[in-house]
């Protein structure tokens, strides 16, 4: 089957005055057609940072990304120029971020906004990208698109907001959707909306990644779940074989930590100690100064993702060697 | 026993905003590396100061800054006048350098009187909101309505003329901006979780107002403050060129200028040097007033 | 998880009322915000009650309320039988060290040009108290850091530390009330489980008790005995965490809980609110959730719902289940 998107072995260095920040140091991974993919991973991961990476959208001056291989659509994502990008964002691959107040123009309508990206990358004028914007606002939902297109973002609430996001990033219907933290910033209720709206535009769009720290929203959505750590992916995989059957040290930390709503016996489990810096990441296995069941080996030789069931890899020396 | 526990108390808080700033000294230095024009101006202010504080000791003719030498006057540039004499004989070359240390005597001691009420009445005015706000809003909408330097001259000239009245004069037009800087600033920070936590403790306006508001504020106050004093040199020297700044004999640039206006033609430099040097010292403070800007503007905060 | 250690709660809320008024420039009243419409609670001594709601729900408003920091429209607080609704700033210097309150994002909760030694100085130096250098050190052991942390800033420290240090501060006045306000919502899961075990812990140590708001019923069902939930200002719900996890009664409590994700309640159908919450300038009429209840009827489109007591600590602001129980 022909892979939507893949990353091999991508890193991103960024250029500060105390050293170079391994932000993401070699991940790979590769979404197929139809997939939603979610990286999971806590603040420092390097989860954003590789979403970035992979629509190139980093600033150049202090950024530097390389990879062995990204290819979106058997497209080197790496090799394209700033105009060849500017062609690509919004038309091949679309984000949309946390706060949705904080990535929309204030001074602008609605509409204007809307039109303003359809008109750019389809060559229709105004009037036609119009159309289109009202389509996709009723596409996502909103009541009274027509009159939706005037309004002005401060008139509409944050959940409003996310959904015309979510309908300015689907209007050139995109390859691959690219999700940062969507419903972090939302409530409860408006986050469940958000979240089904994702699932039933599936189809709009070849593929979704979809970031956050909140495992349960991957397990709504998601197809298969990659987890993130200091640069690193320590685990991927099926979402049902990755959350309900954890390999990864680190993983099963991170699931016990969740408070249980079905009861919550005792005190509430955590992995102890931080993510490692950056800056001068730990030799070996990024996890292992925090790991409970770390071997010697651990500290010196860093370990390869490898596939311990079907389609589940975990890079792990205690888990592969057993 | 009171006194000195609150003389050493003031001493610890600036101590301690004194390291701060130190501490964020050198982050400040390597991003202002990063524009090669700031570094320029810090050189060129570097250079002002140093001639200002220290220039005085080195001059050639010092006794002759103020004494008047009819047999030496209008002397073109040689090596020994090496910007030429006045129209009273007296040496260009030491009374630009001297002229350093009454500029920058004038910067600093208005930017302090500027500082001082344009910080009170913005604090005040920010934090306390309601009436008090608007009646100090509108007092500085007064002063801001007139072009400062003209307010300047028209409050120089209704003063006896002379350097203390230059340097009230420019405060007394210079202060508005601060209190608009401070009052944004005050307006943002009064609604910080920090502040109400101070307020929960049970702590009062003047408190929260010295302790929290104020150190926070700094930051653009001092950038607008190295941009002003550029300004401030400035306004003094055009004061002192109509007259109603610093008197002669006192050696101050713009009256220099002023002096060598008559003489424009023939003895060209009088007038051209003291210009230079107002023209270097306040382009150094813009390009430094720059660089800092950038460095405190909010989206490239040290983190 | 017990409630009542004492017949009298330290904390009573008597039908409280917040309302923002905006008037336009003649001085005529435009706009009313209604953050808080008629809250009526109790917190007994040792016992955390949660509450839980979305954006406009007003509980911000209520822990400002609680903490003295905003005036109150109407209605009373009283703090151990003393009523502190409107009591003068001497009387509030004195007794605000009793109720103490630890803030939602750590980062600007503490001032960013203060050390740390200096935050947690700071309660005695505005309440006039003489400390030893040696308090701060006992302070940061509370919270589980150790004394190194003192010359640090804040920007220097994680949140999670952050989060400790604001928790130190606020229990240096040896209060009774901590009111926590989303004290874990920026954080990690990780740094979320040790601040909340943190919590726990301080709480049995110094028999505290907690008002503790948040919009994460999970959390809120590992901390708190007692829940009240809340849309647009009013209390719906309110009752024993185990009660309302299992029979939860109002609708909206069943639509919130039904739209939380979950790792391991997979099978359960979730109820999508129509419409958006609505602007509290705005208030409908009647029962203030009848435009996005399913199950809404012709009467709560007229008539607010009084809290009838259904069971034992449980009760419910809605129609609907006032007439199943009849």
Redesign the interface.
């Known amino acids: 089957m022909d892979k939507l998107l893949k990353v091999k072995n991508l890193k991103t260095h960024f250029k500060t005055r105390k050293g170079i920040v391994k932000a993401v140091d070699g991940i790979s991974f590769e979404l197929e057609k139809g997939e939603v993919l979610g990286i999971a991973g806590e603040t420092g991961s390097g989860k954003s940072v590789a979403a970035k990476s992979i629509m190139r959208i980093l600033p150049s001056n202090t950024a530097f990304s390389k990879a062995d291989c990204l290819e979106l659509e058997g497209q080197n994502l790496l090799e394209l120029s700033k105009s060849d990008l500017k062609n690509i964002w919004g038309k091949k691959i679309a984000i949309i971020f946390q706060n949705p107040f904080s990535y929309i123009n204030p001074l602008f309508s609605i509409g204007k906004q809307m039109s303003d990206v359809i008109s750019f990358h389809e060559k229709i004028n105004k009037k036609e990208a119009l159309k289109i914007a009202s389509e996709m606002l009723h596409l996502v939902g909103m009541p009274n698109p027509k009159s939706i297109l005037k309004y002005y973002p401060h008139e509409l609430s944050g959940g409003m907001i996310q959904r015309v996001m979510i309908a300015m990033s689907l209007s050139c219907k995109p390859a691959l959707l690219i999700a940062d933290e969507p419903t972090t910033a939302l409530d409860v209720t408006v986050q469940a909306q958000i979240l089904k709206l994702l699932n039933d535009l599936r189809d709009k769009t070849s593929g979704i990644i979809l970031i956050t720290h909140n495992l349960a929203i991957i397990l709504e959505i998601c197809n298969a779940i990659a987890v993130m750590y200091a640069g690193k992916l320590l685990e991927k995989g099926c979402v049902e074989d990755v959350i309900y059957k954890p390999s990864h040290p680190y993983t099963q930390g991170l699931l016990q930590a969740i408070p249980k709503l079905d009861g919550q016996e005792g005190k509430l489990k955590y992995v102890p100690g931080n993510i490692p810096s950056a800056l001068n990441p730990p030799d070996g296995c990024r996890f292992s100064p925090r790991c409970p069941v770390s071997l010697p080996c651990c500290n010196h030789r860093e370990p390869v993702l490898t596939e311990i069931s079907p389609r589940h890899f975990v890079a792990c020396h205690r888990v592969t060697r057993s | 026993m009171e006194q000195i526990k609150n003389h050493t108390r003031l001493n610890n808080f600036i101590v301690k905003n004194l390291l701060i700033t130190i501490k964020n000294l050198d982050n400040i230095l390597y991003q202002l590396r990063q524009n090669k024009l700031s570094i320029l101006g810090l050189i060129m202010i570097s250079f002002f100061v140093i001639i200002a504080l220290f220039g005085p000791y080195f001059v050639p003719y010092a006794q002759d800054a103020m004494t008047t030498s009819v047999e030496n006057r209008l002397l073109p540039p040689s090596s020994e006048h090496f910007f030429g004499t006045d129209d009273l004989g007296r040496d260009v070359f030491t009374r630009v350098i001297l002229g350093a240390g009454v500029s920058l005597k004038i910067g600093i001691i208005a930017i302090s009187i500027t500082m001082f009420i344009g910080i009170s009445l913005g604090a005040i005015a920010g934090y306390f909101g309601g009436w008090i706000d608007e009646i100090i809003m509108r007092i500085t909408d007064i002063f801001l309505a007139f072009p400062n330097l003209l307010l300047a001259m028209a409050i120089a000239a209704a003063l006896k003329p002379g350097l203390t009245s230059a340097m009230l004069a420019i405060s007394l037009t210079w202060w508005p901006w601060y209190t608009r800087l401070v009052r944004g600033q005050t307006l943002q920070l009064k609604n910080q979780p920090f502040v109400y936590a101070s307020k929960s403790m049970g702590a009062n306006s003047l408190y929260i107002i010295v302790r929290h508001i104020l150190p926070n504020c700094i930051g653009p106050v001092i950038v607008n403050a190295s941009l002003d004093m550029g300004y401030i040199i400035l306004a003094a020297a055009s004061l002192g060129f109509i007259g109603v700044g610093a008197q002669p004999p006192t050696p101050e640039w713009g009256l220099m200028v002023s002096t060598g206006r008559k003489f424009f033609l023939d003895s060209s430099w009088m007038a051209i040097f003291p210009g230079m040097a107002i023209f270097f010292t306040v382009l150094g403070f813009n390009l430094l007033g720059d660089g800092l800007r950038d460095i405190f503007d909010p989206q490239s905060r040290l983190r | 998880m017990n409630t009542k250690n004492n017949h009298l709660p330290i904390l009573k809320i008597n039908q409280l009322k917040k309302y923002y008024v905006k008037k336009n420039f003649i001085g005529k009243m435009s706009e009313e915000l209604k953050a808080v419409d008629g809250v009526s609670l109790e917190l007994f001594k040792g016992e955390s009650l949660g509450i839980v709601g ?2 406009g729900c007003g509980k911000t408003t209520m822990a ?1 309320l609680l ?3 905003v005036k109150a429209t109407s209605g009373e607080i009283f703090f151990k039988e003393n009523n502190i609704s409107n009591i003068s ?1 001497k009387e ?3 007794m ?2 009793q ?3 630890v ?3 750590p980062a ?6 203060m050390t740390v030694q ?1 935050s947690l100085l ?2 005695f130096k ?2 006039k108290i003489n400390v030893e250098q040696k308090i701060i050190d006992q302070l940061l052991q509370k919270v589980g850091l150790s004394s190194e942390f003192k010359d640090r ?1 804040p ?1 220097e420290i ?2 999670g530390q952050k989060q400790r240090v ?1 928790i130190a ?1 606020a229990l240096a ?1 040896n209060p009774e009330v901590l009111v926590l306000d989303e004290p874990t919502s920026a954080l ?7 601040i ?2 943190l919590l ?1 812990d301080l709480k049995n140590q110094f028999s505290l008790s907690y008002i503790f708001i948040s ?1 994460d ?3 809120v ?2 901390i708190c005995s007692r829940i009240a939930v809340m849309y647009l200002g009013k209390i719906v719900e309110i009752g024993d965490t185990d009660a309302i ?1 299992k029979h939860p009664l109002h609708p909206y409590t069943i ?2 809980f039904s ?8 099978n359960i159908e ?1 109820i ?2 129509k419409g ?2 609505p602007s509290p300038t705005n208030i409908p009429e009647g029962c203030p959730f009848h435009t996005r209840c399913w199950k809404a009827i012709p009467i709560c489109k007229k008539q607010i719902p009084q809290v009838k007591e259904i069971d034992k600590n449980h009760k419910v602001a809605c129609h609907l289940v006032e007439k199943v129980k009849k």
């Open positions: 979305e954006s400002l903490m003295g920091l700033l509030f210097k004195r605000c060290s109720i103490q309150m803030f939602q994002d600007t909760a503490l001032d960013p040009r200096s700071e309660p505005i309440q800033f920007h994680s949140g604001v501060r006045l990690d899961v990780n740094v979320q489980s040790q909340l075990n726990v919009h019923l999970s959390v069902k590992c996890f639509a919130l739209n939380i994700p979950s790792l391991t309640k997979k979730k999508f609110l958006e919450i």
